[in-house]
């Protein structure tokens, strides 16, 4: 299609909410098959609360905040650079940003935190059906009541 002619690598698109203790439990579903990682957090909505207190902690705006914890993250992954993307989401639903993703985007499989379900419910089934790709949910870590 462009001038560059390499094939076109699938994302994994994970999604990370910051507020919730199990909010970065998909990372453990990554493995070696995953060359392009996209991660994702939101900027509105019940995910986002931890880094608006951040970002007022920091004096910074959300887009900010929301870049700097994707930072942390992926120099914690230790990921190749050109293995790494980073995007922030400040639409009003998640669902909506999370869908432009991967439908714009050559997409291996969609890794959500176990906290979305609780946070965002409906996503998972509402990404499946915009995708031929496996949307994963990770398995909570602890089981609460």
């Known amino acids: 299609m462009g001038m560059n002619s390499s094939p076109v690598v699938p994302i994994t698109l994970v999604l990370l909410d910051p507020t919730s203790p199990d909010g970065e439990s998909a990372l453990q579903l990554l ?6 990682v996209v991660l994702m957090v939101l900027l509105s ?6 880094l608006r207190d951040a970002a007022r902690a920091a004096d910074v705006d959300m887009a900010t905040a929301g870049w700097c914890y994707l ?5 914690r992954l230790a990921l190749a650079p050109e293995q790494l993307l980073a995007m922030t989401a400040r639409g009003p639903s998640a669902a909506t940003e999370l869908a432009d993703v991967v439908v714009s985007h050559e997409t291996a499989r969609v890794l959500l935190p176990s906290s979305v379900d609780r946070n965002e419910p409906g996503l998972a089934d509402l990404l499946s059906r915009c995708t031929d790709a496996p949307v994963i949910t990770a398995p909570a870590l602890a089981h609460a009541g």
Do not use: C, L
């Open 45 to 50: 909505g019940p995910t986002s609360r931890a």
């Open 71 to 75: 930072e942390q993250v992926g120099e």
């Open 31 to 36: 493995d070696a098959a995953d060359r392009h």
